[in-house]
């Protein structure tokens, strides 16, 4: 039997954070440092800081796109893939209370192996919320939605949401 863990191979891991932002009366988002990174074990094409990028609307698992309705939260990775291109993850919808407090705690969602995370943003739809709300399509700061952004390394075991 091999004392080798294969599994312990290979991190994937971003260097340097990108200082993440998605906030305000637009849709787009801002790096503001340059992004290192790592996919198991190989280093990725830095991605280089984004000025006004064009926010994807839709995740691996959201064809239709991400959204949001009035007490419904949710949490989206932010990552890099190899050629350095940006690419978001959407974790499933979760309810809200009437204080547009989590009823159960938001999920992350399923990561690809080629998607290294740099960052995740934890939405919130309050009671507010008119209609659905639209990922990247709709302005950050629309009425009833609230962002919390974290710049990470590697995703923890859970989002962090207070």
Same mark, same amino acid.
């Given at each position: 039997?091999?004392?080798?863990?294969?599994?312990?191979?290979? /991190?994937?891991? =971003?260097?340097?954070?990108?200082?993440? #932002? *998605?906030?305000? +009366?637009? @849709?787009?988002?801002? %790096?503001?440092? $340059? /992004?290192?990174? =790592?996919?198991?074990?190989?280093?990725? #094409? *830095?991605?280089? +800081?984004? @000025?006004?990028?064009? %926010?994807?609307? $839709?995740?691996?698992?959201?064809?239709?796109?991400?959204?949001? #309705? *009035?007490?419904?939260?949710?949490?989206?990775?932010?990552?890099?893939?190899?050629?350095?291109?940006?690419?978001?993850?959407?974790?499933?919808? *979760?309810?809200?209370?009437?204080?547009?407090?989590?009823?159960?705690?938001?999920?992350?969602?399923?990561?690809?192996?080629?998607?290294?995370?740099?960052?995740?943003?934890?939405?919130?739809?309050?009671?507010?919320?008119?209609?659905?709300?639209?990922?990247?399509?709709?302005?950050?700061?629309?009425?009833?939605?609230?962002?919390?952004?974290?710049?990470?390394?590697?995703?923890?075991?859970?989002?962090?949401?207070?």
């Amino acid at each position: 039997m091999s004392t080798d863990k294969l599994q312990d191979r290979g /991190i994937t891991a =971003a260097f340097s954070s990108g200082l993440l #932002t *998605a906030t305000g +009366a637009e @849709t787009v988002y801002d %790096t503001t440092v $340059t /992004i290192q990174f =790592a996919i198991k074990g190989k280093m990725g #094409t *830095a991605l280089t +800081a984004v @000025t006004d990028g064009v %926010t994807e609307t $839709t995740g691996n698992t959201s064809a239709a796109g991400i959204t949001l #309705t *009035a007490n419904k939260g949710r949490v989206v990775v932010w990552g890099v893939i190899a050629a350095g291109t940006v690419k978001v993850e959407e974790g499933p919808i *979760a309810s809200l209370d009437s204080a547009g407090n989590f009823i159960d705690a938001p999920q992350f969602p399923s990561i690809p192996d080629a998607f290294c995370p740099f960052a995740y943003q934890v939405i919130k739809a309050d009671s507010t919320t008119v209609g659905t709300w639209d990922f990247g399509t709709d302005n950050w700061n629309a009425t009833g939605v609230t962002n919390v952004i974290v710049n990470v390394s590697q995703l923890p075991d859970r989002p962090q949401i207070a």
